[in-house]
């Protein structure tokens, strides 16, 4: 953790200097929270949802942007459950499913998704915050609360 503290913050160093923009791809999302301006989510070789820092964070509208905010450690969690886990595994891109890449790991896929949904900006209002779900606005926002949390839903029935 220190060592990564400390190349963050030569980044934000080089970044003030030199005025270069920086891509960083990473899976982690404590990285991403502490550095960047947007963020772009890919899933299966494609954007799957992109926007600023705040809009990835606090209005998530992919379900798995959804199952990788769902999977951060978090302080305020219960440290003797397991960690949330998106079930199954990513594709390989030389057989992606029929239609959304996700489908067959999302809790939520319904018939529409057999069709490819293109990235769009879906929330009125806001052109850049775009993303690559059939869903509706209203139903990714209710959706994508587990528990008091943003989350993908376990496709598996719960048993406390
Ligand atoms: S398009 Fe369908 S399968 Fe893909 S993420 Fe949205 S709800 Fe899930």
């Known amino acids: 953790m220190t060592i990564q503290a400390q190349i963050l913050d030569e980044l934000r160093t080089l970044r003030e200097e030199t005025r270069a923009g920086i891509i960083l791809v990473t899976h982690d999302l404590a990285v991403v929270a502490d550095i960047a301006d947007r963020v772009v989510v890919m899933y299966s070789g494609r954007v799957v949802e992109q926007g600023t820092l705040d809009e990835l964070f606090y209005d998530p509208q992919h379900p798995y ?6 999977s951060i450690t978090r302080i305020d969690r219960d440290s003797s459950q397991r960690l949330p886990a998106i079930a199954g595994l990513p594709p390989s891109l030389l057989h992606t499913p029929q239609g959304c890449h996700f489908r067959p790991r999302c809790p939520h896929a319904f018939a529409q998704c057999t069709e490819d949904p293109a990235l769009l900006a879906r929330i009125p209002g806001n052109a850049e915050h775009v993303d690559r779900c059939w869903l509706e606005l209203e139903q990714k926002r209710k959706l994508r609360v587990v528990g008091d949390q ?6 598996e029935p719960v048993i406390a």
């Open 65 to 70: 942007t959804w199952g990788l905010l769902g």
């Open 150 to 155: 943003i989350g993908l839903a376990s496709p």
